[in-house]
């Protein structure tokens, strides 16, 4: 997945239908018209292959990116999974809660990738301070299984798989809850702001700077 933030990759690989579950639970416009009950018992995903779900039925790219350049702040949704739902769901889906709110490597054999919940708290409830750079270091990125038959895996991400096992000790579950709306003029979305494209597609911002001025004036 990570290779699809390079602007000449065509296609993407993964489990991209995490994705799309995730921006349903978040994104109201991007999500079915009805949006179905926590089943007890299963998984959360599980709910959004029931029969009778009314899918968008344009598949056009430039319809998708024209919804989310328009999103305003109460169409997403941080924090889905409230108490009453994560109460309904299996033992096993929140079993491994102890590293949700942890900075740690996500280890699949050679494969190393970092779960990253600060730079990501308000999905948490939590207030957001400006994230440092992310976590990854080149020299486990490149890593392949090509001519490494004879390699000690263990050995080799030792480092890596201590930090796993001690995940507690990388919590980051310790910033205060946040209030309301992030401000406008905040420190965090300063930055985010010189960091970030502000439209997926720019042929839309003209239309987003539209519908400003005009609810400007409306509530004047």
């Given at each position: 997945m990570c290779?699809?933030?390079d602007y000449k990759v065509k296609s993407i690989g993964g489990m991209c239908i995490l994705?799309?579950?995730w921006a349903w639970e978040r994104c109201t416009t991007l999500a079915p018209k009805r949006t179905p009950p926590v089943i007890e018992n299963k998984p959360l995903g599980h709910r959004w292959l029931r029969r009778g779900n009314q899918h968008i039925g344009n598949d056009d790219l430039r319809?998708?990116?024209r919804k989310l350049d328009l999103m305003k702040r109460h169409e997403f949704v941080w924090e889905p999974y409230t108490p009453t739902v994560m109460a309904a769901l299996p033992q096993i889906c929140v079993v491994g809660s102890v590293v949700w709110f942890a900075v740690v490597p996500l280890i699949c054999f050679h494969v190393v990738e970092w779960h990253q919940p600060d730079r990501v708290l308000r999905q948490y409830g939590l207030q957001q301070p400006i994230p440092g750079c992310p976590s990854q270091p080149q020299n486990l990125h490149g890593i392949t299984l090509k001519g490494k038959q004879d390699e000690n895996w263990f050995h080799l991400l030792a480092?890596?798989?201590s930090q796993w096992n001690n995940a507690a000790q990388f919590r980051v579950d310790v910033y205060p809850r946040q209030q309301g709306l992030l401000g406008f003029n905040?420190?965090?979305m300063v930055w985010y702001r010189r960091k970030t494209k502000m439209f997926v597609d720019p042929n839309n911002a003209?239309?987003?700077a539209l519908v400003f001025?005009?609810?400007s004036m409306f509530n004047f």
């Open positions: 290779s699809a933030t994705i799309q579950m319809v998708f990116r480092p890596i798989i905040s420190d965090y003209n239309t987003a001025i005009c609810f």
